[in-house]
């Protein structure tokens, strides 16, 4: 079974910098398609970026592109969130998400929020 364990969340003014970490286990890491998603109070989850499996091509919510980068180590099991130039609006809980042929597994989620 799948496991999914993020680190790297917490308090940031903005304009500060987090690094989101999502650990992967139980699987074969490198055949799973990595995303990040997020949820705000009030708010429905949300795409933040994806990884594909094969060649690592990426794709970012309109909101975060050019701020925030996703990147994945398959030699480390792992997949990151760089998040610069943080706004309030970015406050949420980030979960991490990996997908293989329609089979899908969440982390169980780590908070960021964005204040002075």
């Known amino acids: 079974q799948v496991q999914l364990v993020e680190s790297g969340g917490g308090l940031v003014q903005p304009g500060g910098s987090l690094r989101l970490s999502c650990a992967f286990s139980g699987s074969i890491f490198g055949i799973y398609a990595m995303g990040w998603y997020r949820q705000a109070p009030g708010k429905q989850r949300e795409l933040v970026a994806t990884i594909a499996a094969v060649r690592g091509s990426t794709n970012y919510a309109d909101s975060v592109r050019g701020r925030f980068t996703i990147s994945r180590d398959n030699a480390k099991n792992t997949v990151y969130l760089q998040m610069n130039s943080l706004k309030p609006e970015d406050t949420a809980v980030y979960y991490c998400?990996?997908?293989?042929?329609?089979?899908?597994?969440w982390g169980q989620g780590t908070q960021v929020t964005v204040s002075s």
């Open positions: 998400n990996a997908d293989w042929k329609g089979n899908v597994f």
